[in-house]
């Protein structure tokens, strides 16, 4: 249920019964809950998670350039630079940016913090020592219009992401081990170039017919 970015202070900062206030208020939200759900009372906690999680699980975007350019459709095609954007994402991104969601689902700690409380990230959920500081590695797509970055939205541009990456990684006992180096401090190593062309692929993660969907409008 979707109820953990709603009540989140981080992200929406809301609490349930002043969301289902506000719906209750609205005659043309009680009337449609009526329509689907039956009965007479206000709209209710189940009936409001039961709503969103059918509209959000019915929300694919799947129409970005990039989208158009592996689909092989007619006249579609990725510039030069946006190609070894996609190469350079493949490589040294893709074991946690993974597949065509740019996620492989797992919980990681990239880098962002020396230390961090024990229930953080992950270890919110798990109680684990083991999952502290690992956040859900988060997919790609539309990711040039969803500023700011990472769990606390601490970066507030695509450059100063790249930048971390880069050269702004710190230690800690649960940093991903894939991001440690032999010899030197942890990060990915990205040339000046690689930066441009990451930067031109992100944006062609960018789905214009999908944001444009009537559907998430703001009311
Ligand atoms: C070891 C796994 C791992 C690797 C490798 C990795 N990332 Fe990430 N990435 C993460 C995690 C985990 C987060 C979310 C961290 C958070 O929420 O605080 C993240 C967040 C991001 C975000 C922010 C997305 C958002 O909506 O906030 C961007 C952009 C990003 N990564 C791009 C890249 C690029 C580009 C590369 C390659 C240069 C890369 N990542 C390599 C794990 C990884």
Redesign the pocket.
């Known amino acids: 249920m979707p109820l953990a970015p709603i009540t989140n202070p981080l992200e929406m900062d809301e609490t349930l019964d002043n969301v289902l206030g506000k719906l209750n208020a609205d005659a043309e939200y009680r009337r449609r809950f009526t329509q689907v759900f039956g009965g007479s009372g206000p709209i209710d906690s189940y009936q409001f998670l039961r709503a969103l999680a059918q509209f959000t699980a019915s929300l694919t975007s799947s129409n970005s350039r990039y989208d158009h350019y592996v689909r092989h459709e007619a006249g579609a095609s990725l510039t030069d630079v946006e190609l070894r954007g996609l190469a350079v ?1 493949r490589q ?2 893709g ?3 993974a597949g065509e969601l740019f996620t492989d689902e797992s919980f ?1 700690n ?1 880098g ?1 913090d020396r230390s961090f409380p024990q229930d953080s990230g992950r270890a919110h959920i798990t109680r684990s020592s083991h999952d502290a500081g690992r ?4 997919s ?1 797509r539309n ?1 040039a219009l ?1 500023a700011p ?4 939205g601490r970066f507030n541009t ?1 450059p100063e ?2 930048d971390h ?1 880069n050269h702004g990684m710190v230690e800690s006992s649960t940093l ?1 081990p ?2 440690r180096r032999a010899g030197q401090g942890p990060g ?1 190593a ?1 040339s000046v170039e690689e930066r441009q062309s ?1 930067l031109s692929f992100l944006a062609a993660l960018t789905d214009e017919q999908f944001i444009k969907d009537p559907q998430l409008a703001e009311q």
């Open positions: 994402l040294k991104c074991n946690c940016h990681r990239n962002l956040f859900k590695v988060p790609l990711v969803t970055y990472m769990h606390d695509l992401v790249l990456y991903d894939q991001l990915i990205l990451l």
